[in-house]
T-cell receptor, first 109, second 113 residues
């Protein structure tokens, strides 16, 4: 699975959009980009995934660049409950996801 | 179905004792995964099952660790002769085909004293 690079930490003001970047420059054609988040003392929670096209669901939007070497997770109106560690993972459907250290997002009032 | 259940939530054991954790996945999910997470780190993959078959084991999984999923439903993870370095959160997840997202349980926090 391709390595991903994320900033260690980010801050966002409550009510504003949170844009979390991820680099995956060695991603291969059959690898999807997955995003999970983990709130303190809980198991990770699936947010969204995509291959080439931008994706949106009730939680977030995923923007993938045309060359697929990077992506951005967008939380359109961040709330205090969105404070968490966000993991970006590039993976094919081989049966496991490899987590890095993620980005700690702090949403501030 | 209320999601992935793990039992117990917390376990304190003395070094050298054996411990066993249980995971009940979402009933229609055929894939089941075990991860371990230490403080400040992301979850580390340990092993995964498709139905009752254990398809992959991480090199992190020493001979003291064994996992089973006897009927393709619930799974157990046993650690024999526990060491202080085994102290961690043990997470279980399940999925239907791996392409959609995993659903994780809340984990079992193991403390070896």
């Amino acid at each position: 699975d391709a390595k991903t690079t994320q900033p260690t930490s980010m801050d966002c003001a409550e009510g504003r959009a949170a844009n979390l970047p991820c680099n995956h420059s060695t991603i291969s054609g059959n690898e999807y980009v997955y995003w999970y988040r983990q709130i303190h003392s809980q198991g990770p929670q699936y947010i969204i995934h995509g291959l080439k096209n931008n994706e949106t669901n009730e939680m977030a939007s995923l923007i993938i660049t045309e060359d697929r070497k990077s992506s951005t997770l967008i939380l359109p109106h961040a709330t205090l409950r969105d404070t968490a560690v966000y993991y970006c993972i590039a993976s094919s459907n081989t049966g496991k996801l490899i987590f890095g250290q993620g980005t700690t997002l702090q949403v501030k009032p | 179905d209320t999601g992935v259940s793990q039992d117990p939530r917390h376990k304190i054991t003395k070094r050298g004792q054996n411990v066993t954790f249980r995971c009940d996945p979402i009933s229609e999910h055929n894939r089941l995964y075990w991860y371990r997470q230490t403080l400040g780190q992301g979850p580390e993959f340990l092993t995964y099952f498709q139905n009752e078959a254990q398809l992959e084991k991480s090199r992190l999984l020493s001979d003291r660790f064994s996992a089973e999923r006897p009927k393709g439903s619930f799974s157990t993870l046993e650690i024999q002769r526990t060491e202080q370095g085994d102290s961690a959160m043990y997470l279980c997840a399940s999925s239907s085909d791996g392409l959609e997202g995993y659903t994780f349980g809340s984990g079992t926090r193991l403390t070896v004293v």
